[in-house]
């Protein structure tokens, strides 16, 4: 018999770089599971948790520790899937599993041309891609065994994406 409550529900980190597909996994997930959907630049952007601008990047400064305490009391209740291009400033006591969305460079090059990033932006952008950056950054976060990587480039992948994060979440419920 499990020790856990049957209604809980574990938290879920799905981070990854921009245009990787975190967003529209998460809406799913969250539509699926019926877990909230916390995406981390919206809730900076409505409670101005924001720091300064940048302008050399064109993006907000996210005030991290103000975010983490806004944050802090749902996290504790669970069942929350938290998307966010970042993981490292993320407790790690938080998570029972974190999701890293990939996505091949030309397609993820297409995706932020159309967002209109500016040449800086999207080069470093690219670059944290290529070089595996969030990965690793989540992979140097937290315990091995709860890091996964998921695919993001297609409508195919993201839906084997949903299903991966779906199984690991069964899993989790027979503990």
């Known amino acids: 018999m499990s020790d856990q409550n049957v209604d809980a529900k574990p938290n879920i980190l799905i981070t990854g ?14 539509e699926q599971l019926k877990f909230d959907w916390l995406d981390c630049s919206k809730i900076a952007k409505e409670n101005d948790y924001i720091e300064e601008h940048d302008e050399e990047y064109d993006c907000p400064i996210l005030d991290e520790e103000r975010l983490m305490d806004h944050l802090e009391p749902l996290m504790q209740k669970g069942g929350n899937i938290v998307e966010y291009h970042g993981c490292d400033f993320f ?22 041309k159309e967002r ?3 040449e800086k932006k999207l080069s470093s952008n690219i670059e944290c891609e290529i070089f ?11 315990k091995a065994d709860i890091v996964h990587e998921l695919c993001g480039e297609t ?4 839906d ?5 994060v779906k199984q690991w979440y069964r899993m989790w419920k027979r503990k």
């Open 17 to 30: 770089t921009p245009g990787a597909g975190k967003s529209y996994l998460c809406e799913r997930l969250a």
């Open 160 to 164: 084997k994406s949903l299903k991966t």
């Open 116 to 118: 209109n990033y500016n």
């Open 91 to 112: 407790p790690e006591r938080w998570f029972q599993a974190v999701f890293v969305v990939t996505c091949p460079n030309k397609t993820l090059y297409d995706r932020l």
């Open 155 to 158: 409508a195919a992948d993201a």
């Open 132 to 142: 595996g950056t969030i990965l690793e950054e989540a992979r140097d976060s937290y």
